[in-house]
Nanobody, 126 residues
């Protein structure tokens, strides 16, 4: 089992920044991928960004490219999502996820991820 705990969400004004963290614990070995997804009220969960833990390869949704960046700290077993130039449409619950059978072409597919955190709320006021 893998446990994921997100933190760092909150209320921020348009143009502001937040950094989300996801602490990873449990049976983590081999090649796995960490992803960030978000879900706004009444909408489907959507891909935000992902990183391959061993290689550092990343992917990001077009809507956040240039504003959000994903990174990881191997020593702390933590993955981060730095969010800059936030917009009201970024308001959502942000989820961290881990997947062990994900290939680079499937990094954006939420159904490929095996474990999920409980989410952290991000609210961007206009």
């Amino acid at each position: 089992q893998v446990q994921l705990v997100e933190s760092g969400g909150g209320l921020v004004q348009t143009g502001g920044s937040l950094r989300l963290s996801c602490a990873v614990s449990g049976r983590t070995f081999g090649t796995y991928t960490m992803g960030w997804f978000r879900q706004a009220p009444g909408k489907e969960r959507q891909f935000v960004a992902a990183i391959r833990w061993s290689t550092g390869n990343t992917a990001a949704a077009d809507s956040v490219k240039g504003r959000f960046s994903i990174s990881r700290d191997n020593g702390k077993n933590t993955v981060f999502l730095q969010m800059n130039s936030l917009k009201p449409e970024d308001t959502a619950v942000y989820y961290c996820a881990a997947g062990f059978t994900i290939t680079i072409p499937t990094m954006r597919e939420n159904r490929k991820y095996d474990f999920w955190g409980k989410g952290t709320q991000v609210t961007v006021s206009s």
